[in-house]
């Protein structure tokens, strides 16, 4: 069965400070696909990045970043030089290759104070 | 714009009255599915659809129905809601390729309340 875990509760961060959020997973695929979506206090669900597993280049995208790591099962996920509006719960997701279904981490939330 | 939609967004009711989440999406997507969310218990898929007709249970069915009739719309039923139903709904959409998956996304949630 597939599994996602974000130990991380809740961060806390000064604006300005780098924030990374941890993602580890299970699956037992060797094609599957990994997703980071944030939920800011409105509600939506915003997708930010996917990644196939046989893709383990490191992007970023202005200022965040996410490091893939297969050897350790890892998709981590780093907000440089935060700000307020970075204030949300971030989510990793697994989906397998047989299905679509998104496997959820419990969430992160982040909250930058000013 | 590329977009999911929900509607309603917010809805109270009452135990036993039927009602229906409507969803739609303009992606052309074959994929549809429908989550709920739920404090301590995250997200969980209630159904899914891989393309017209063809609709399948997720991991908390119970109590819910679906239909897909059109490629865009993945309406959501509720026969006779119950309090425990009360949640945060959210439906989805993807393409489904031969390549692999695409990303999926999310309409901006409907909040029901069952009293």
């Known amino acids: 069965a597939q599994k996602v875990t974000q130990a991380q509760t809740e961060i806390s961060v000064v604006e300005k400070e780098d924030v990374t959020l941890d993602c580890v997973y299970e699956?037992?695929?060797?094609?599957?696909?990994l997703f980071w979506y944030k939920q800011p206090p409105s509600g939506e669900l915003v997708f930010l990045i996917r990644?196939?597993?046989?893709?383990?280049q490191n992007e970023i995208s202005g200022r965040y970043s996410w490091n893939f790591q297969k050897s350790t099962s890892s998709f981590n996920f780093t907000i440089t030089a935060s700000q307020v509006v970075d204030s949300a719960v971030y989510f990793c997701?697994?989906?397998?290759?047989?299905?679509?279904?998104?496997?959820f981490g419990a969430g992160t939330t982040v909250t930058v104070r000013a | 714009e590329a977009q999911v939609t929900q509607n309603p967004r917010y809805l109270i009711t009452v135990t036993g009255k039927k009602l229906t989440v409507t969803c739609s999406q303009n992606?052309?997507?074959?994929?549809m599915s429908w989550y709920r969310q739920d404090p301590g218990l995250g997200l969980r898929q209630i159904y899914y659809?891989?393309?017209?007709?063809?609709?399948d249970k997720g991991d908390v069915p119970e109590g819910y129905k679906v239909s897909r009739k059109e490629k865009r719309n993945f309406p959501l039923i509720l026969e006779s809601p119950s309090p425990n139903q009360t949640s945060l709904y959210f439906c989805?959409?993807?393409?489904?390729?031969?390549?692999?998956?695409?990303?999926?996304?999310f309409g901006p949630g409907t909040r029901l309340l069952v009293l």
């Open positions: 989805a959409s993807g393409r489904k390729t031969s390549g692999g998956q695409e990303t999926q996304y």
């Open positions: 699956t037992r695929d060797t094609t599957y696909y």
């Open positions: 990644r196939n597993s046989f893709d383990e």
């Open positions: 997701a697994l989906s397998e290759s047989k299905d679509y279904k998104l496997s």
């Open positions: 992606m052309n997507h074959e994929y």
């Open positions: 659809s891989m393309n017209v007709e063809v609709t």
